[in-house]
């Protein structure tokens, strides 16, 4: 499966985002999704996952902030991202996995490219 992120950009603190995630293929519904990000300097980390089941998990630094959400019909995952801090700048990368399931700690079958998403202060 192909992966295509984008939405990212510049915005100031406290405000929001949506990045999408189209995918190719026509198993989309079966993956598990989700989204990781990587800062400068720091390793990539998990920031939210939806099965293929619909369970969905989110990092703590995010919950109640982010809303990951999946659209089977248009094979695209999304990312709402709200009152944004400094602190969520990074290249965000959307990920899928065949198991149907996003773990935290387990790299995804596939990547995106990523996309770039700066807080301002």
């Known amino acids: 499966v192909q992966l295509q992120a984008s939405g990212g950009g510049l915005v100031q603190a406290g405000g929001s985002l949506r990045l999408s995630c189209t995918a190719s293929?026509?198993?989309?519904?079966?993956?598990?999704m989700g989204w990781f990000r990587q800062a400068p300097g720091k390793e990539r980390e998990f920031v939210a996952g939806?099965?293929?089941?619909?369970?969905?998990d989110y990092a703590d630094s995010v919950k109640g902030r982010f809303t990951i959400s999946r659209d089977n019909a248009e094979n695209t995952l999304y990312l709402q991202m709200n009152s944004l801090t400094p602190e969520d700048t990074a290249v965000y990368y959307c990920?899928?996995?065949?198991?149907?399931?996003?773990?935290?700690?387990?790299?995804?079958?596939?990547w995106g490219q990523g996309t770039l998403v700066t807080v301002s202060s």
């Open positions: 990920a899928a996995d065949s198991s149907g399931r996003i773990w935290r700690v387990v790299a995804p079958d596939y």
């Open positions: 293929g026509r198993t989309f519904s079966s993956y598990g």
């Open positions: 939806v099965w293929a089941g619909g369970i969905i």
